[in-house]
């Protein structure tokens, strides 16, 4: 009877076994956009491509909207574990210690994409993304979103135009000294709680990309916007150092693959998906879009050139020359 027993619980520990040998690693993926997004898409392409490479080995299960984590909230649960992936804007790192990605927020240091993916897609991207290492958490990839314009209740013409205003903006002391440069008033606020900040006064007003302006609805409550391009707004894709480098190594490779295959198709949708929004908010009629004069333009650059003397030495001042070397942008010969 014993023996019998003992066999048992013998082939049920076999089987447990094998099953627990055959269940798939549960990747867990948030993110404070709405799924119809360049990241969210991004997010979704990279989670099927993982579980076809992986043949089922890995499940990443994609949380959207702020639905787990808010912003802050979402690196603390990395760090901790809680939380395997995330794809933060460049923003929203310094908080965490790693002040060099304040460097993306130099109002208009990128002309355009092709600028921007010589640093992001190049050797500074790949040096930005080891200084994370030490904070437990490696950097994937650069994701695109685009490039940012100011709304408001009130039209934005001029940098005057933001004196005073209440304008909303991410966690980076680079952004701050933008805004103060303009004159304007800048709060500090999770994604998640623009909508209502807009909608209830809280702010006067804030900058998005297209994609994210329409799809949280913003353009309902800001009656103007003016196509600025005043900064980049793109994300590092991050996950847990120790969970990642104890994948096992064919896993790992497979899922590094899926990667750099959901950030092809990130990079190429992401303007596609801006243009989109852009008439999404035209098609509305709730908000007016004003598409300033090169001169204008000239104006806001001008205006803001003063940030990247003041705020060098926050990012340091070689790796601010390393990419004026590659982008070609010098704020001194406006
Ligand atoms: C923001 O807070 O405005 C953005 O970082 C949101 C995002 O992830 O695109």
Known sequence: MKIRALFAGLVAATFSMIALAQAPVVIKFSHVVAAD???????????????????GRAKV????????????????ALQMGAVHMLAPSLSKFGPLGVKEFEVFDFPY?????????????????ASLLAKLEPKGIKGLAFWDNGFKSFSANTPIRTPADLKGKKMRIQSSKVLEEEYRTLGALPQ????????????????????????????????????????????????????????WDGLPPELRAQLELAMKEATTYANTIAQEENDAALDGV??????????????????FKKAMAPVHLKMADRVGKELLQSIYKETGFDPTKL
């Open 37 to 55: 997004t360049p990241k969210g898409k991004a997010s979704e392409f990279f989670a099927k491509r993982a579980n076809e490479l992986t043949k």
């Open 61 to 76: 299960e994609v949380y959207a909207n702020s639905s787990l984590y808010k912003d802050k909230e979402e690196l603390e």
């Open 109 to 125: 240091i990128f002309d355009d994409t092709t600028a921007l993916h010589k640093v992001t897609q190049g050797p500074i991207g």
């Open 188 to 243: 500090v606020m999770a994604f998640s709680e623009v909508y209502q900040a807009l909608q209830t006064g809280v702010v006067d007003g804030t900058d998005n990309p297209h994609s994210n302006l329409y799809t949280q609805k913003m353009h309902e409550v800001q009656k103007h916007m003016t196509i600025t391009d005043h900064n980049y707004l793109g994300y590092a894709v991050v996950v847990n150092k120790k969970f």
């Open 282 to 299: 035209r098609k509305s009629g709730k908000t007016a879009i004003y598409v300033p004069t090169k001169e204008e333009k000239l104006a």
